[in-house]
């Protein structure tokens, strides 16, 4: 009993000094430990930010990469044929069957650059062809007015002239 006593009496006189090295030595490692470890957090955080930033730009590079594609093999012809053809002011005369003859080439052509909604009266332009249920030439302008639209749609996201907007708003296009 006399030993425990002792043993207490010594833990009891000299446990602020012990705690106070120990609270030192603690305190100091915690601190690195602290410091070491918001380094590992916020280098993780930045290198995290710049890895979906560079995925962003990628995404955003090969977004405006298939535009430039898509309007130079399908659109800007598509212009230039309707251009050649159609008067100031005039709706397409589908009618016309060297005009028509050459857009459907155009878009047979290049058919994998048409959006999803062109494509839809693509198809069913052809498919009301062989039955002749529909008027085929207001299928064809609703095709026209589909490519002028998706063209407008990406001339605006490659900050190009708006040379579809003005087409379409000459032919009285957008009202049908």
């Known amino acids: ?18 705690y106070n090295i120990f609270a030192r030595y603690f305190y ?3 601190s ?15 290198t995290l930010i710049a890895f979906f ?3 962003w730009q990628d995404r955003y590079k090969y977004k405006i990469e298939a535009y430039k594609e898509r309007y130079l093999h399908l659109y800007c012809p598509f212009i230039t044929i309707y251009i050649s053809y159609i008067r100031i002011n005039e709706k397409p005369k589908p009618d016309n069957l060297e005009f028509r003859n050459k ?11 048409l959006d999803t909604n062109s494509l839809a009266y693509f198809q069913f332009f052809f498919t009301m062809i062989k039955f002749k249920k529909y008027d085929s030439n207001k299928i064809f ?8 639209q998706e063209c407008k749609h990406i001339e605006k996201n490659l900050k190009y002239p708006m040379k579809a907007e003005l087409l379409l708003s ?3 296009l957008l009202d049908e």
């Not at 006399?2 to 602020?16: D, E, G, H």
């Not at 857009?103 to 650059?113: A, D, P, T, V």
């Open 141 to 148: 302008l609703n095709l026209i007015k589909s490519m002028l």
């Open 103 to 113: 857009i459907l080439e155009l878009i047979k052509n290049n058919i994998l650059y």
């Open 53 to 55: 930033l560079g995925k």
């Open 32 to 46: 690195e430990s602290m410091e070491h470890f918001l380094t590992l957090i916020s280098q993780s955080f930045i």
């Open 28 to 30: 100091k490692l915690r």
């Open 170 to 172: 000459r032919q009285n």
């Open 1 to 18: 009993m006399a030993m425990c006593l002792r043993t207490s009496l010594r833990f009891v006189l000299f446990s602020p000094m012990i």
